[in-house]
């Protein structure tokens, strides 16, 4: 049996693992950890290099572009911005910030505070990134709505909310950025090209859902959640805290959070660089403001970021460290890139490039949307498909917006997965057909829209 069959068997029964995560009774965490070892391990050792050829292990370990630690350096990347965007918003949660926001907004209706939540997490999403804004809106929700069941279809829908409007932005996806700094695609071009097709995208499910939920949300303790949102910490009473300080910390928090692509931006550094100088300022914010205080040291030792870190999602960033390694994997055979080139001599032609793309975008719900983008821009030179070609700008959408179809499809739905343990299956059932529709009806637009040109 080829090395190759062996290693997709292995990730596709890790893969059932992962989504019979709450049958199984198994955390996702553990396949993906696994799979990601011994998918690797899988194919080092069917190279036949072993024990002696340390020139072929330090190729495949070393390797420029397809080794071991380069998609390591790759993955910790977004892992860093995912730790450092999760301790901001506990931070500003902690010291009760996100009542500035919460506070206003006052309706109890469910179909019209759906309505709010996904815009607003619509055009933050283009604005930041998908992943924090997914972040701070679920954390945001948690104070809004108390319903487990209800909560479960508002984060739902900020997945979709947030995959949208992050594609038609240059810093709102990690894939519409790497299309960016490769030269596929301008900034103002895919702003014009794609801001349409990604509200219709949202547009669609979120008509669809103002049906389906009816009524008033259930009253409840403001700011207070049906289950315990930092479990294991006693659930003791919250803290009181200062209105100024609370107000402080969120404007540090927000704006630290913005500031990420303006740096980005200035200073041409990965992302990950700007969150981690933003957790650093508000870190050394809080630090002061409690040192202040000595006297309520107790209290305040609950506020500092120290304490606060216990409190981040540690399992599902090793989750998403397990599975973006398990996919370099099949990068680094090639298989994806085998993939790509089966899909280029299948479809041909204008609307092949549109099958094309529209299934690297379901695709991408099942595989990390970031080495299928990767593929395609290594198939593809800018000779072929020059910059701001349609095709670069259908891959955008596709890639960007296609992940919402499963909840492990995106970045901010493994974010979200994590913070409101979502079950799989669940979003299987309930969200899935309505991404879906979301998606092909973002499609349609975008086609015609060319046909019109």
């Not at 009774?25 to 050792?45: G, H, N, Q, R, S």
């Not at 300022?281 to 030792?301: D, F, M, P, Q, Y």
């Not at 609950?302 to 409190?311: F, Q």
């Amino acid at each position: 049996m080829s090395y190759e069959i062996v290693v997709i068997i292995i990730f596709v029964l890790g893969y059932m693992a992962i989504a019979l995560e709450h049958n199984i009774k198994v955390d996702k965490a553990a396949p993906a950890l696994l799979i990601a070892v011994l998918c690797w391990t899988v194919y080092i050792v069917s190279q036949g290099i072993l024990p002696h050829d340390e020139d072929m292990i330090h190729k495949i370990v070393h390797g420029h572009e397809q080794g071991l630690l380069t998609h390591l350096a790759e993955t910790s990347q977004i892992l860093f911005f995912l730790l450092c965007a999760m301790t901001i918003v506990e931070v500003v949660d902690a010291h009760q910030g996100f009542e500035v926001i919460t506070k206003r907004i006052t309706t109890k209706n469910k179909t019209k505070l759906i309505w709010i939540i996904c815009w607003v997490t619509f055009f933050l999403s283009a604005a930041l990134d998908n992943l924090a804004t997914t972040i701070v809106m679920v954390s945001m929700l948690r104070k809004l709505v108390t319903d487990k069941n209800d909560r479960l279809i508002y984060v739902s829908m900020v997945v979709i909310a947030a995959n949208a409007g992050g594609a038609w932005s240059p810093i709102g996806d990690v894939t519409t950025t790497m299309l960016w700094i490769g030269g596929q695609v301008t900034t103002a071009n895919i702003i014009v090209k794609l801001m349409l097709p990604s509200i219709i995208c949202l547009l669609v499910p979120l008509t669809i859902i103002s049906f389906i939920l009816k009524g008033d949300l259930k009253e409840g303790k403001k700011g207070t959640l049906d289950v315990d949102a930092h479990a294991g910490h006693g659930g003791h009473a919250p803290i009181t805290v200062r209105e100024s300080d609370r107000n402080l910390v969120f404007g540090i928090g927000l704006a630290g959070l913005l500031f990420v692509p303006v740096f980005k931006t200035i200073t041409h550094l990965p992302p990950f660089m700007g969150m981690t100088f933003s957790l650093g300022v508000i870190w050394l914010t809080t630090e002061l403001l409690h040192n202040r205080k000595k006297a309520e040291e107790g209290a305040h030792s609950k506020l500092s970021v120290i304490a606060i870190l216990e409190r981040v999602d540690v399992p599902s960033v090793l989750f998403f460290f397990g599975i973006l390694l398990a996919v370099g994997c099949l990068q680094s055979m090639g298989t994806l890139n085998q993939l790509a080139i089966l899909l280029d001599t299948t479809f041909t032609g204008d609307s092949g490039l549109y099958i094309i793309g529209l299934l690297l975008g379901v695709m991408s719900a099942i595989v990390d949307n970031v080495p299928l983008v990767a593929a395609s821009m290594g198939m593809y030179d800018l000779s072929v498909y020059p910059t701001d070609h349609v095709f670069w700008e259908f891959i955008a959408y596709c890639a960007g917006t296609g992940g919402s179809t499963l909840i492990i499809g995106s970045a901010a739905g493994v974010a979200a997965m994590g913070m409101e343990n979502i079950n799989f299956m669940w979003y299987l059932k309930k969200m899935a057909w309505l991404a879906l529709v979301g998606y092909f009806a973002g499609a349609a637009v975008f086609i015609l829209m060319q046909a019109l040109y």
